[in-house]
């Protein structure tokens, strides 16, 4: 795994927020259940392939719902470290979040970490096709003006690896369980933000 380490010297990170920047607390067969979605379906997906006016009421209770979690995120362990770390390194901090542009600012600043990004580098579940679609990645290293070959992305679930691997970045896994069940899809895998900072290069 040592070996893959080099890849941390890419200069332009795009984060996954809820359960890799913050402690997860979507509940999100809870969240199903109170949008009327069966166990396993997509969210997002399944909201937008309802008819107009439903689609739109649905979006509207989820917004609300993933608005109150915002406000009572918790920051995960290390997060402000990590971002303290890379930022005078001239790293480039990018999110990308199956929430919304609006909720997840509403996160990083009850986090106190909306300094440390651009609004313009967060890319929301409307902003652009949903993960595990590349193309929240592509919006990015567009704004960037970068390719592939410079960037990474950071994340606790499948759908962040597997956007990863679709944009053909470098992959980060975090899962303080040290459970690692996708291992296939990661280049680096870690328990916590902290252990992340330990292994940066130089």
């Given at each position: 795994?040592?070996?893959?380490?080099?890849?941390?010297?890419?200069?332009?990170?795009?984060?996954?927020?809820?359960?890799?920047?913050?402690?997860?607390?979507?509940?999100?067969?809870?969240?199903?259940?109170?949008?009327?979605?069966?166990?396993?379906?997509?969210?997002?997906?399944?909201?937008?392939?309802?008819?107009?006016?439903?689609?739109?009421?649905?979006?509207?209770?989820?917004?609300?719902?993933?608005?109150?979690?915002?406000?009572?995120?918790?920051?995960?362990?290390?997060?402000?470290?990590?971002?303290?770390?890379?930022?005078?390194?001239?790293?480039?901090?990018?999110?990308?979040?199956?929430?919304?542009?609006?909720?997840?600012?509403?996160?990083?600043?009850?986090?106190?970490?909306?300094?440390?990004?651009?609004?313009?580098?967060?890319?929301?579940?409307?902003?652009?096709?949903?993960?595990?679609?590349?193309?929240?990645?592509?919006?990015?290293?567009?704004?960037?003006?970068?390719?592939?070959?410079?960037?990474?992305?950071?994340?606790?679930?499948?759908?962040?690896?597997?956007?990863?691997?679709?944009?053909?970045?470098?992959?980060?896994?975090?899962?303080?369980?040290a459970t690692f069940s996708w291992p296939e899809l990661a280049d680096i895998s870690v328990c916590s933000l902290n252990e992340l900072t330990d292994i940066l290069p130089g």
């Open positions: 795994m040592s070996d893959n380490y080099h890849l941390l010297k890419r200069k332009y990170w795009i984060f996954d927020l809820d359960g890799t920047l913050t402690v997860a607390v979507h509940d999100f067969n809870a969240i199903r259940k109170e949008l009327g979605i069966p166990e396993g379906q997509p969210i997002i997906k399944t909201l937008d392939s309802l008819p107009g006016e439903e689609s739109r009421v649905q979006k509207k209770k989820l917004q609300d719902i993933e608005e109150k979690l915002a406000q009572n995120a918790s920051p995960a362990p290390g997060v402000k470290r990590l971002l303290e770390t890379l930022l005078p390194r001239n790293y480039y901090l990018g999110i990308l979040t199956l929430n919304s542009r609006e909720n997840a600012w509403i996160t990083l600043e009850a986090l106190d970490l909306a300094k440390y990004f651009s609004k313009e580098s967060v890319i929301g579940r409307w902003c652009a096709e949903p993960k595990p679609s590349p193309k929240g990645i592509n919006k990015l290293l567009n704004y960037w003006n970068v390719s592939a070959g410079d960037a990474l992305i950071v994340g606790d679930y499948l759908y962040d690896l597997q956007v990863g691997r679709a944009a053909e970045i470098a992959t980060v896994h975090v899962d303080p369980s």
